[in-house]
């Protein structure tokens, strides 16, 4: 069982948590100008990176969403910070 | 290539078997091919055996990082069936066990298909009524879907916890006849030996470093080999291709995630049939040789990495007790990983991406095993005439842009 850490909660078991999305995705502006294929991206394209990754996670049990820095071959984990404007 | 028969083997027999020549030639890259197919599993396969021998290409090589059927061709369960929701699907999946079913004879080689049958089990009268929904629309797009009563289910499946205090008591489901397993490293082997013998080269230890693009169209590919041009190019890389379509600077809908498996020690056979139970999850089927083979659901976390991790391990494992409480005495012999790629609507992608002259075939999620022969036949329609195939159309990447989504996670409750 590996151990994640909320920043809100402090190190938690991995089952109160789940991934919810890459970090750092723009919504893309104006809206009316933006392609069906730009929208298309933005609702469903990722990265998918091998290795360093930088994504949102949910903490299920308290409700934060936060941003967790970890590789994504071997597991570990660098960092979990809060999302900005949100205070841990 | 020497043609496997009865004969053969006897007349081998009689000289102390010193007389078989490899399955498949190990090629070196050569300067250039008409199409190249990056992904040595059973789709690039197939892709490589279809294109020699429906489209007559003789110029084709596959390229593999490791060895051929070393990744998620040989990191499943092994299950063959076409019990899907939508038409689009059962299109697909069931022209895939189409073609299994003559492909032993098709390859000269023995891919071991049994057909023992499926049954999706449900424990609720909610889940039979899905069953029926899912029954109801097999027989609608013409494939063997029937659904089983509790007391048939049992009577197939009698180490089942029948106990009047269990947690899943069966109540049946939806039953497909001609679903089953088949050898699965015999899959690529066979692809691999036919496609050899037509021509095609089979590199192994290669890896993709880069794409030769010009003037928005494919020109070769960069590898750890040396470079290579042709200006037809397939992926069919499992969890790989978010990496190589990034190459052509094309992002995908797809996160990767370890699915991971487990076989028991052999025991004599008591189950000849493939179960899944909606309820716990598990899925389960016997070997040839006895061994009790059985996984689950996608693992909880996004990974490159071909482990497992324990959360999931324990959601198999006891999903499998509540269903045969007996097994709890077994021991187990191995787990594994593999990563596999999963798009939002639970359906592969297929089709042209990027740069001109570049297909791929991807997204099959948990379930590509299955469907490698129609995967390798409609990637080798398009890579062959450059445009879709009728099947192959509707799992085309612009779906997302038009939102003709196949959900089939919500269709037929696929695990992811």
Not at chain 2, 29 to 55: F, M, N, R, S, W
Not at chain 2, 84 to 107: H, N, Q, T
Request: with cysteine.
């Amino acid at each position: 069982m590996q151990r994640f850490t909320c920043p809100f909660c402090g190190p938690r078991d991995e089952t109160e948590f789940h991934f919810a999305a890459e970090a750092a995705k723009v919504r893309p502006e104006p809206a009316p100008e933006v392609t069906d294929a730009a929208w298309a991206d933005h609702l469903y394209g990722t990265d998918a990176p091998k290795g360093h990754a930088r994504e949102v996670w949910v903490h299920l049990t308290c409700g934060e969403f936060f941003v967790m820095t970890r590789n994504t071959v071997t597991r570990d984990v660098a960092d979990t910070e809060a999302l900005p404007g949100r205070r841990a | 290539m020497m043609r496997y028969s009865g004969f053969t083997l006897f007349r081998q027999g009689l000289s102390g078997h010193r007389g078989w020549q490899p399955a498949w030639d190990k090629a070196t890259p050569k300067p250039a091919y008409d199409a190249v197919i990056v992904g040595g599993g059973g789709h690039g396969l197939a892709t490589a055996y279809y294109l020699a021998k429906v489209h007559g290409l003789r110029r084709v090589a596959v390229l593999e990082k490791g060895w051929i059927g070393g990744g998620n061709t040989g990191r499943n369960t092994t299950v063959i069936r076409s019990n899907y929701f939508y038409p689009e699907s059962v299109a697909l999946y069931d022209f895939a066990l189409r073609l299994y079913e003559g492909l032993s004879k098709e390859l000269n080689y023995n891919i071991m298909l049994s057909q023992r049958g499926m049954l999706i089990a449900a424990h609720t009268p909610m889940q039979m009524e899905i069953c029926t929904r899912i029954a109801n629309a097999m027989q609608l797009n013409g494939v063997d879907g029937t659904l089983m009563s509790g007391a048939e289910a049992r009577e197939r499946l009698p180490l089942l916890n029948q106990t009047a205090d269990a947690r899943f008591a069966c109540l049946g489901g939806v039953w497909q006849g001609r679903a089953g397993v088949a050898r699965h490293d015999a899959v690529a082997w066979g692809y691999a030996r036919a496609a050899s013998a037509l021509g095609v080269d089979i590199i192994e230890n290669c890896t993709v470093t880069g794409l030769d693009i010009r003037g928005g169209r494919i020109a070769g590919v960069e590898t750890t080999l040396g470079p290579i041009r042709n200006d037809r190019l397939g992926i069919a890389a499992a969890g790989a291709t978010p990496g190589l379509a990034a190459l052509a600077g094309v992002r995908l809908p797809i996160h990767t995630y370890a699915l991971q498996a487990f076989v028991s020690e052999p025991v004599k056979p008591m189950l000849d049939t493939v179960l899944l139970y909606l309820g716990t999850g598990t899925y389960l089927s016997q070997s040839d040789k006895g061994e009790l083979v059985f996984g689950g659901g996608l693992d909880r976390v996004p990974t490159h990495g071909q482990r497992g991790n324990l959360p999931s391990q324990e959601t198999i494992t006891s999903g499998l007790l509540e269903m045969f409480p007996a097994f709890g005495q077994l021991k187990l012999l191995r787990q594994w990983a593999g990563v596999v790629d999963v798009v939002p609507d639970s359906s592969p992608v297929i089709g042209p991406v990027g740069p001109e002259g570049l297909f791929i075939n991807c997204g099959w999620g948990t379930g590509g095993f299955k469907a490698i022969p129609a995967g390798g036949w409609l990637l080798a329609h398009l890579l062959a005439t450059g445009t879709h195939h009728e099947i192959s159309r509707p799992f085309d990447l612009d779906r997302f842009a038009r939102g003709r989504l196949i959900d089939e996670a919500a269709g037929s409750g696929i695990a992811h």
